[in-house]
């Protein structure tokens, strides 16, 4: 069997494990979504929101793209956490970046890459901000890592940028911002502890709309 027929060979065979568990779980899946989170995370094969989180169909609400990134242009990043924050009222967003990412690795590199060039430049951005921080790191390694949650912690601050965010935490409490970073070589989830009422309080200052 190829890899594409395996494909839906293993559909049936969770739909059959869900169903030994609870008969009702697609009625009830089909019905609404209520998830507590938006996660923001990156396109990478090797990081299934779901599974990281260990949590349900139902429980979480994605938006992935190349290195995590909320771009304050992007129509589809931004709809999605309009959409999570107003409608689905989510009482978490998380943007979740992962050490080993490619396109932070890519973002390092001194090359002209195409059409990832102008994708690629809002890491860069991160990198001259924080470059001072980031020299002074020694090993390659160490310094690729640390961009990984420095990119992380920028994307947290772009979040908060929104109207969206904004409003609604100012109304109801929710929804707070977090950073993760998720270890793909031991499968650790790894909060960065942003202290979201200071950050949003830094940023306000600047960036208050409602």
Not at 106 to 114: S, T
Not at 158 to 186: E, I
Request: with cysteine; glycine share 6%.
């Amino acid at each position: 069997m190829d890899r594409y027929s395996e494909v839906f060979e293993n559909n049936k065979k969770w739909i059959e494990s869900k169903l030994e568990k609870d008969k009702d779980f697609f009625k009830k899946l089909a019905k609404e979504q209520n998830p507590d989170f938006l996660f923001i995370g990156c396109s990478d094969s090797r990081v299934p929101a779901n599974d990281i989180m260990g949590v349900e169909p139902g429980d979480v609400f994605v938006h992935r793209n190349i290195a995590n990134l909320v771009i304050n242009t992007d129509a589809n990043v931004q709809a999605v956490i309009q959409y999570a924050v107003e409608h689905l009222k989510v009482k978490y967003v998380v943007v979740c970046g992962h050490y080993g990412c490619g396109g932070v690795k890519a973002a390092m590199l001194q090359e002209d890459l195409g059409q990832l060039n102008g994708w690629l430049r809002h890491i860069r951005d991160v990198y001259r901000l924080r470059k001072d921080e980031l020299n002074e790191i020694t090993d390659e390694y160490a310094r690729y890592n640390r961009l990984v949650e420095l990119n992380v912690e920028e994307q947290v601050t772009n979040v908060l940028k929104t109207a969206f965010v904004q409003k609604s935490y100012g109304n109801t409490g929710f929804p707070t911002v977090h950073g993760w970073v998720y270890g793909v070589a031991d499968g650790v989830l790894k909060d960065l502890n942003i202290d979201f009422k200071k950050k949003l309080q830094e940023i306000q200052e600047i960036y208050k709309i409602v």
